[in-house]
């Protein structure tokens, strides 16, 4: 809807409006408010966490230190840092989610500008354009023309005479105090030469009179579109004969010169031609891949950047655009050899974007990959989902990221990394490990740059359900996973180094998936769904009370338990104690003891900030808690394994059945699944 200058001016005078750069209004839709960041520990250092890129249904998942990086970018070029003449440039693996945050970026962004609340003032944003050009002559049947820029029109209030007195008390004149002409001018810049021109010829038209020059200009909101590239825009590299400097800068328009009678106007130029113009007013233009570029398009970029303007045969355009790339690796190293092409990255600010290294976030992004929808088999047919199959593809490709080092293996690396515990290594361990990798040159090897992305968890989970077992089974059954990234490995990991590193690293997934197994069927068996998780804490609890002061000779223990805040009475159970403690390979008493200490340690420092945490996260207590109580419990049939292959005599089968029915009932499995996991725990299959 289209209004007055005067009335545009006013309202940003009154507050109502905002006359902003793209970096400041960034800045304030990430940060304004009072629970807009929050103080979050990750990989054992402290570190913020903004909420704004933590909303809606496939949000941002990790990248915390890329996203601390890029708001302090743009807060530092909103503050005239030197951030304002720079670029943000990712660089990474494919796969690993650069696009992805760039194209969230730009769809907050365009939602955060056309957000209307009442009592708040407007973000949208405006720009102007001159109407009755029929008047001034010289245009043809051009009429109206909009600014090619999309300038806001506090630039050209700024501009509306031709002297910046004249200019200030025009504004002053409708209602700006000395502190708002200050602040509009410190975001001063000229008219774009198009709009300049073209103003020169009105005021001319108008002898000056400044009430005739308004009835040419009208103030409109600037179109807002994610398929027109306004506001937000993308270019992505192209070969080298079709790309030119068109794409992003505009040319001479045959069209326009039809019309126009002066050829030295530099609106004969068409500048909505190229990508920049699009987003020239307060915008984002993403430059996706940005140095695969030819030369002279890399050349290009570098004068936007370093003067934020559009420069054709000498008129110029100012841009008002965060500018943000990304390139892979690869492309980037082979950028870098060509000496001559140092300047630009002068004007970069480079961020290396690690893969996602903590599983728990990655479960998240696997169910992302694995679809919301429901999933159907080739016949239409419902197709089930094994409850282990997220863990088993999220733990499959985090410990193939886990960079190779002498101090963690990759199983208490990928722990430590959840802020989980990994037996006696602290966090502190994890902190030395990173810090040393990442004070390597060769980008490749410093943590979590190197492993399998996103784009090859998709396929692994592709090649599950195009397999004949997921389709005659009805099932996407967990143990299939591995074959499916044995097969990602072979076919598009190149280099034989990887390849043999991340086959040793499905190995480590195999047995961890065991473990997972083992516990589904210990719940099944006592046909209790959080059988294990009590067992564990009932030894966790035995130790502690075993040395309590008020343990009476019946060795029965009252505690408080954290979780409900009753008095719970227990048994304490040396036998017990003993069989897990000698399955964890604790011999002597000191170890136990040293261990017993670990244990209380730990219960301690997390029970303050989580009163329901269970020690589930502690795979070493967990295997000997399920394993001896499977052991004890089917003494008299032998064991499990034998009771559920023989199935011969009447009371294995049921003790099967029942176990089908608990998992099917209780557990969330499916016939097809509930079998396959019964079948794979009576196996040897990934026991070491």
């Given at each position: ?250 040319e001479e328009s045959i069209s326009r010169l039809l ?416 079998q396959k996991t019964i079948e794979y725990f009576c ?6």
């Open positions: 809807m289209a209004e007055s200058l005067d009335s545009h001016i006013k309202k940003v005078i009154e507050g109502n409006r905002y006359f902003e750069n793209v970096f400041q209004t960034v800045t304030r839709m990430i940060l304004d408010g009072s629970d807009k960041l929050e103080k979050v520990t990750v990989n054992g250092r402290s570190t913020y966490d903004f909420k704004v890129f933590r909303s809606g249904s496939k949000h941002i998942i990790g990248m915390f230190d890329e996203i601390n990086s890029f708001v302090s970018f743009v807060k530092d070029a909103a503050e005239s840092g030197s951030s304002a003449e720079m670029s943000f440039v990712l660089i990474g693996e494919p796969g690993n989610g650069k696009t992805y945050f760039v194209d969230y970026l730009n769809k907050i962004y365009r939602e955060y500008v056309t957000l209307a609340k009442d009592g708040f003032p407007d973000n949208m944003r405006y720009t102007f354009r001159f109407n009755n050009l029929d008047k001034i002559g010289g245009y043809g049947k051009i009429t109206s023309i909009e600014s090619q820029t999309f300038e806001d029109p506090m630039v050209l209030a700024m501009n509306l005479f031709e002297t910046q007195d004249s200019n200030i008390k025009y504004i002053s004149k409708l209602g700006a105090k000395d502190a708002h002409i200050e602040k509009f001018y410190k975001s001063y810049r000229p008219l774009g030469a198009c709009s300049d021109y073209i103003f020169n010829q009105i005021r001319n038209y108008c002898n000056g009179d400044i009430t005739k020059m308004m009835e040419f200009i009208e103030v409109v909101p600037q179109p807002i579109s994610e398929s027109r590239g306004t506001l937000t825009g993308k270019y992505a590299a192209k070969d080298k004969i079709t790309s030119s400097a068109v794409d992003l800068l505009g019309h126009i009678s002066d050829t030295n106007n530099p609106y004969r130029f068409d500048l909505r031609r190229g990508a920049l113009a699009r987003v020239a007013g307060g915008g984002i233009h993403f430059a996706d891949e940005i140095f695969k570029n030819k030369k002279d398009l890399v050349q290009v970029y570098l004068g936007v950047i370093q003067n934020r303007t559009i420069d054709i045969e000498g008129f110029k355009w100012p841009l008002d655009t965060l500018i943000i790339a990304t390139s892979n690796n690869s492309e980037f190293a082979r950028f870098l050899e060509e000496k001559e092409q140092a300047p630009i990255i002068d004007r970069c600010r480079l961020t290396y974007m690690a893969h996602n290294t903590n599983y728990k976030l990655q479960q998240e992004l696997t169910s992302f990959a694995i679809g919301s929808r429901e999933k159907t088999t080739f016949s239409g047919q419902k197709l089930h989902i094994d409850p282990n199959l997220n863990y088993a593809i999220s733990v499959s490709v985090i410990l193939t990221r886990m960079p190779p080092n002498d101090k963690l293996t990759p199983v208490e690396m990928m722990k430590l990394a959840a802020g989980e515990v990994a037996g006696e290594k602290s966090i502190k361990t994890l902190v030395e490990v990173i810090n040393e990798l990442n004070n390597d040159p060769d980008i490749t090897k410093r943590f979590g740059q190197k492993g399998l992305g996103h784009r090859n968890l998709g396929r692994a989970i592709q090649v599950l359900l195009e397999r004949s077992e997921t389709q005659e089974g009805k099932c996407m059954y967990a143990g299939d996973i591995f074959p499916a990234y044995e097969s990602i490995i072979l076919d598009y990991i190149q280099e034989p180094n990887d390849r043999i590193k991340y086959a040793n690293d499905l190995k480590i997934a195999r047995g961890l998936h065991r473990k997972n197994v083992m516990m589904a069927i210990f719940n099944a068996y006592m046909d209790e769904p959080s059988a294990v998780e009590k067992d564990v804490m009932i030894y966790v609890n035995m130790i502690i009370g075993i040395d309590a002061k008020n343990l009476g000779p019946d060795k029965i223990w009252t505690y408080k338990d954290p979780q409900t805040g009753k008095l719970v009475p227990l048994k304490i159970d040396e036998t017990f104690i003993d069989s897990v403690e000698a399955r964890l390979g604790l011999k002597s008493k000191e170890q136990k003891q040293s261990y017993r200490t670990t244990i209380t340690k730990i219960y301690g420092q997390k029970m303050i900030q989580d009163p329901n945490y269970n020690f589930m996260d502690n795979n070493e207590l967990v295997k000997a808690v399920t394993d001896v109580r499977l052991k004890s419990d089917v003494a008299g049939a032998g064991s499990l394994v034998g009771a559920l292959s023989n199935r011969t005599n009447e009371e294995n089968q049921k003790l099967y059945n029942r176990m089908i029915d608990t998992m099917m009932n209780k557990l969330g499995y499916c016939k097809t699944c509930a196996t040897q299959d990934d026991a070491n």
